[in-house]
């Protein structure tokens, strides 16, 4: 199973930005988040879609339809510039399947 | 707190074996799963391997079949992946993760770097 993402995004302070992750049917899949800043290990940002981790902020969340799972970002600050990452299980193999990540360049 | 504490990496010779360890705490070790995760310089995460709580279920990536072996010890809290016939391509940093009940990767360790000259 392949989760593909842009490389790059870019987003001025204050606005909304979105990453995306395509997959194949991906709405019947459970799609999660990661967050790495530089030289960081990733930190779980989004669970199961929707779901954040205690501690994570409001201004991130998640969505899944179709083919395409989305990150969103509103309000958007520098400290969010990071490289994001989705993630899904794939049933059939058991493997633990990340996309290829994005970096979110805050203008 | 959870704590995932990654040891073993450095520089190794191309053909070359390593054994990487992590020791977790603030958690209950045998009741989750654990993963192998890596990232190779300027590049993105590559799942490697998975391991059940008793160690009865494991699978790996197909690039690392056969070559990556995972184990755990239960009662010292720790997992660790064995590394045979490393290639120049397996430097990375390598991370240990918990999983959670969903096959999300709750908490990481910092990562150990594992560098293979040819």
């Known amino acids: 199973y392949e989760l593909t993402q842009p490389p790059s995004v870019s987003v001025a302070p204050g606005q909304t930005g979105t990453i995306s992750c395509g997959g194949n049917?991906?709405?019947?899949?459970?799609v999660h988040w990661y967050q790495q800043r530089p030289g960081q290990a990733p930190v779980l940002v989004i669970y199961n879609d929707v779901d954040r981790p205690s501690g994570i902020p409001e201004r991130l969340s998640g969505s899944n339809s179709g083919n395409t799972a989305t990150l969103t970002i509103s309000r958007v600050e520098a400290g969010d510039e990071a490289d994001y990452y989705c993630?899904?299980?794939?049933?059939?193999?058991?493997?633990?399947?990340f996309g290829g990540g994005t970096k979110l360049t805050v203008l | 707190q959870v704590q995932l504490v990654e040891s073993g990496g450095g520089l190794v010779k191309a053909g070359g074996s390593l054994r990487l360890s992590c020791v977790g705490s603030g958690f209950a070790f045998s009741d989750y799963y654990l993963n192998w995760v890596r990232q190779a310089p300027g590049k993105g995460l590559e799942w490697i391997s998975f391991i059940s709580t008793r160690g009865t279920a494991i699978q790996y990536a197909d690039s690392m079949k056969g070559r990556f072996t995972i184990s755990r010890d239960n009662d010292k809290n720790s997992v660790f992946l064995q590394m045979n016939n490393l290639r120049a391509d397996d430097t990375a940093v390598y991370y240990c993760?918990?999983?959670?009940?969903?096959?999300?990767?709750?908490?990481w360790g910092q990562g150990t770097l594992v560098t293979v000259s040819s």
């Open positions: 993630q899904v299980w794939d049933s059939n193999t058991d493997y633990r399947v």
């Open positions: 049917n991906i709405r019947s899949k459970s």
């Open positions: 993760a918990r999983e959670g009940r969903g096959q999300w990767l709750d908490h």
